[in-house]
């Protein structure tokens, strides 16, 4: 095995040739609906069509599946993805199956047969991209299997587990090893969001990789507003950040299972649609409410922080943690689940000084070996919290990289959120000599009792409201005198010592009670009480009304489906769509994130879609990115039917089909079907013959009535794939008249 390299020069590739990233922009523009690759993405691609190992590092969000994706389509064979969990691979398969692409994924909750379709499927060679989890790739039948097979490559996601010094360390990962010697003709490619250079050489050296390219992204999101605040009534700040989010998505992590159920079970109480997940649930529910989650039947999930690894969601536009992560790592990559498809995204961290003990506890009951290192990460990341450095550069920094921007306009600091203390060497000292005077035995809230004058029983029987320092910053309040100790801790001035935790002094906080040296403090300043988040450009010329509408359509198809709703569109194309408002199915190309499948599949129903809120509400069509709408509208209530629906129903009443109606009306048929699906629907019509003939009317009824929940992609595919999306609308909207007569009598 080779150390890893960033040159190029000395490496031959092995099948390359001059016009395969031509192809790959082509691949890129035609099923995923991009002009251009992000940064480091294109030289990621092109290590993967030429045959060369790579290690890639890239944040959560930064687009790695692409850098593997989009050469499996390039490259001759088929590609092999390991990943680590069946929800994850799942999402993948379905997002990439519905843009055209042909893959698979085996996992334990397929039965046999399916197991056997997927394996004649990849003898066929129709299956491009195979996901497995490492357990399973390498039992001796699969590996069998597929060294009979044309393998291009292997993808390792999520590689920060081969290693021990990685925040997730998984055993299984360290059969990868094996890929090299048992396929020497296949590549290796690593990917993972976070990974320190130390990390980084273990990765390679696990996987034997051979001579790799090692390519770092940017660890910075600029679309994500960070805020690290003091909890001070922690369900009020959350329910607040939510309440700034209506109707979107969004994470609430917490450090304890106790705490994932109370605050679940709070927000609940106030109406926010929500549901819990930890690994106390059973298999079932925690699937089941993950599963919920992903298709937007809530709007948050409060969770552990087992969570994040296991969704491919887009759209997630806020993170809140209800307690501080065990280290800079996960804040950083837990904190990334957010506004993954680079629109603005909210991250919110609420944290106190009883992280530090809980996250203590936690770790003694752990592997005692790395207790040290482990505590260490936590001391780091409650050192970011108190710290006033901007919060984007402090993270970018932990991981070795320059951050070249005064201010980033997203976070707490630099939005003028915080104020500097002034004078904070006169404010110290009282601190300080607060802490002398206790003698330094006592931790931090004991001190701030006693600097805000409590007359709490233990301060009166120590004798320490008679201390000179008692009631000494009683003006200030409890919250900020705690967050004060936590910004001195944080600058090394004081230490918590013991099992007590009890706070001492430093010699650089010795040397300020004699006004030597530098502090900063801050504290929250009056007017970000009510902030909301930095505002955001991709919003500039939307029509909200409108991306609402699209909203709900988006919602039905991914129903219909059983697949998550951004699978279908993720809201940068509603967005888009919502902005610029084309005309026709030429028009789509314009917008980013369309690939050619989705064009032909949605693309008639999304147009009919703008088409039918444009008639209601005039709006000027086909605008340019950024464009501004000259009409805003008003929420409507109980619109009346417009002239077309009216027309239309007239005509479906005369017995005309919805062919003929398309023709009559000069309109797609699709628009058509809305309109029949209106009709049916206020008329009360239980007779679909006039739109559906008597046998496949059956066989429908048939289908629907077997269907376990109201899911039209079940019964589609026990329809053979044979009968229309339309058609079977059209029965099941029938049959719901049927049963709501029958409830009448």
């Not at 087992?306 to 804040?331: L, Q, T």
């Not at 070249?404 to 915080?418: I, K, Q």
């Not at 489906?561 to 279908?568: E, S």
């Not at 629906?645 to 809305?674: H, I, P, W, Y």
Request: aromatic share 6%; charged share 25%.
């Amino acid at each position: 095995m080779s150390s890893p390299s960033d040159s190029t020069s000395t490496f031959a590739p092995s099948n390359s040739s001059g016009n395969e990233m031509d192809r790959a922009h082509s691949v890129l523009r035609s099923v995923w609906g991009y002009d251009s690759f992000r940064p480091l993405q294109a030289d990621a691609v092109q290590d993967v069509i030429q045959g060369r190992d790579s290690l890639v590092v890239l944040p959560t969000g930064g687009g790695k599946s692409l850098c593997y994706q989009v050469p499996a389509l390039v490259r001759d064979g088929m590609s092999v993805v390991v990943s680590p969990l069946i929800s994850l691979m799942k999402d993948q398969v379905d997002a990439l199956t519905s843009n055209g692409v042909s893959a698979a994924l085996v996992n334990s909750t397929q039965s046999v047969e399916q197991k056997r379709e997927t394996a004649e499927r990849i003898r066929r060679g129709e299956i491009k991209i195979l996901y497995l989890a490492p357990e399973r790739l390498l039992t001796p039948k699969t590996l069998d299997f597929l060294r009979s097979l044309p393998i291009s490559f292997f993808a390792i996601d999520e590689a920060h587990c081969v290693s021990n010094w990685g925040h997730d360390f998984r055993p299984e990962y360290r059969g990868l090893r094996i890929l090299k010697e048992q396929f020497p003709s296949a590549s290796v490619h690593a990917f993972t969001a976070t990974a320190s250079e130390q990390v980084r050489d273990d990765i390679a050296g696990q996987l034997q990789l051979n001579q790799p390219n090692v390519l770092v992204g940017d660890f910075d999101r600029p679309n994500l507003t960070y805020r690290m605040l003091r909890a001070d009534g922690k369900l009020n700040q959350i329910q607040q950040c939510i309440a700034q989010h209506p109707g979107e998505s969004g994470v609430v992590y917490c450090i304890t299972r106790k705490e994932v159920e109370q605050t679940a079970g709070a927000l609940e109480s106030m109406g926010v649609r929500t549901l819990p997940y930890h690994a106390g649930l059973p298999d079932e529910v925690r699937q089941a409410n993950q599963e919920a989650f992903i298709q937007e039947k809530v709007d948050v999930i409060v969770a552990t922080v087992a969570f994040g690894m296991g969704i491919d969601k887009s759209n997630v536009r806020f993170v809140i943690h209800a307690g501080m992560p065990k280290s800079i790592e996960h804040y950083q990559q837990e904190s990334g689940r957010a506004g993954r498809d680079g629109l603005a995204a909210e991250c919110i961290l609420l944290h106190s000084g009883g992280d530090l003990m809980s996250w203590k506890r936690i770790l003694e009951n752990g592997d005692r070996n790395n207790f040290q290192s482990a505590m260490a990460s936590v001391e780091s990341m409650a050192a970011m919290c108190n710290g006033v450095k901007c919060r984007h550069a402090s993270l970018v920094e932990y991981f070795g990289q320059e951050y070249d921007s005064d201010n980033c306009n997203a976070c707490d600091v630099c939005l003028g959120e915080l104020d500097v203390v002034d004078d904070p060497i006169t404010l110290a000292q009282k601190i300080l000599s607060c802490v002398v005077r206790l003698k330094e035995r006592y931790g931090a809230g004991h001190t701030v009792k006693v600097l805000t004058g409590s007359r709490d029983q233990k301060v009166i029987q120590a004798g320490h409201d008679q201390l000179s320092t008692y009631n000494l910053l009683a003006s200030e309040g409890a919250t900020a005198v705690r967050t004060w100790i936590e910004q001195l801790i944080s600058q090394n001035h004081l230490i918590r010592s013991g099992e007590f935790q009890s706070l001492r002094l430093t010699e650089s906080g010795r040397a300020l009670l004699k006004r030597e040296g530098e502090v900063t403090l801050t504290k929250i300043a009056a007017k970000s009480a009510s902030r909301r988040p930095a505002a955001n450009e991709s919003w500039e010329g939307v029509d909200r009304q409108l991306f609402d509408h699209l909203r709900s359509l988006r919602s039905e198809l991914a129903s219909e489906r059983g697949v998550p709703a951004y699978v279908i569109f993720g809201d940068a194309v509603l967005r888009e769509l919502a902005r610029v408002r084309p005309t026709s199915i030429e028009k789509l190309t314009n917008i980013r994130g369309i690939g050619d499948r989705k064009r032909e599949e949605f693309g008639q129903l999304f147009l009919d879609s703008i088409d039918q809120y444009c008639e209601e509400n005039p709006l000027d069509r086909n605008q340019t990115a950024n464009s501004s709408p000259t009409t805003m509208t008003k929420p409507r209530v109980n619109a009346a039917p417009n002239a077309a629906t009216v027309q239309a129903s007239q005509l479906f009443r005369d017995g005309c089909s919805v062919e003929e109606v398309a023709s009559k009306m000069g309109r797609a048929e699709s628009t058509v079907n809305k309109y029949l699906s209106d009709y049916i629907q206020a008329e009360k019509i239980t007779d679909p013959s006039q739109w559906v003939s008597t046998e496949e009317s059956e066989a429908i009824r048939a289908a629907l009535m077997a269907a376990e929940d109201e899911r039209l992609r079940p019964v589609f595919e026990a329809l053979g794939e044979e009968v229309s999306y339309e058609k079977i609308r059209i029965v099941a909207s029938c049959m719901k008249n049927e049963m709501a007569d029958d409830s009448d009598d």
